[in-house]
């Protein structure tokens, strides 16, 4: 993982990335420039704890993100998660590195809407404004908690504006949409299967790697 530049907000966008795609990468490049992110993290999930394993392994799937950001130095792959043992719990990762940036530093975590609706179930995710910020990408379809517990942590927590997510180093929601590509690992993992072409939808060299590893294919188990 590259070293961070000493100013500017540092993103985390967590995922499987199974694989990394171009929805991916857009939406990674967008926040940079929306939200002036130092960089953003794409950091895969080494053994998600909400979901099953992926059959392609988490080494693979990091080396197919490093390809993916390679040239751009704005994007950063983060294994940290394959480099610890057990379920890959985001409040790890993000002491980890509030510890490397210290206490002064703006942390950004990037979540869906899916994730958000799900934060009561992730591990002591109360502690998460703890340690960054909340960033919640917008989708068509998605309606945010208005009522409840999670309708009124978000009313509690919402930011009324982007300058909180550079002045302070965390304990805020943003809410902020993005341009939507239709583009799904799901579905890039069925047109592989079924031998059929995802080109043009993730980067020609992940999409090589692929090929060149056999990845997604009936017959493959890694």
């Not at 609706?117 to 109360?126: E, F, I, K, S, V």
Request: glycine share 8%; aromatic share 4%; with cysteine.
């Amino acid at each position: 993982m590259s070293g961070s530049p000493q100013a500017g907000p540092v993103g985390v966008f967590g995922g499987t990335f199974n694989p990394v795609h171009y929805g991916h990468l857009r939406s990674a490049l967008e926040l940079v420039e929306h939200l002036d992110l130092a960089e953003c993290r794409l950091m895969p999930s080494a053994q998600p704890p909400h979901r099953d394993a992926p059959d392609c392994s988490a080494d693979h799937r990091a080396a197919m993100v490093e390809l993916a950001v390679r040239g751009d130095p704005r994007l950063v792959c983060d294994r940290r998660e394959l480099e610890r043992d057990g379920p890959s719990y985001t409040v790890d990762s993000l002491q980890e590195m509030r510890r490397e940036l210290g206490a002064g530093r703006s942390l950004v975590l990037v979540v869906g809407c899916d994730a958000l609706l799900g934060l009561p179930t992730w591990h002591r995710w109360q502690s998460l404004l703890d340690l960054a910020h909340i960033v919640v990408l917008a989708r068509p379809g998605w309606q945010l908690p208005e009522d409840g517990d999670m309708g009124a942590w978000l009313a509690r927590h919402r930011l009324a504006d982007t300058t909180a997510l550079r002045d302070l180093p965390c304990g805020g929601v943003h809410v902020e949409s993005l341009r939507p590509l239709a583009i799904s690992a799901t579905e890039i993992r069925r047109l592989l299967e079924s031998g059929k072409s995802a080109r043009y939808l993730l980067p020609e060299q992940v999409l090589d790697y692929i090929d060149a590893n056999t990845l997604y294919r009936q017959e493959n188990t890694d």
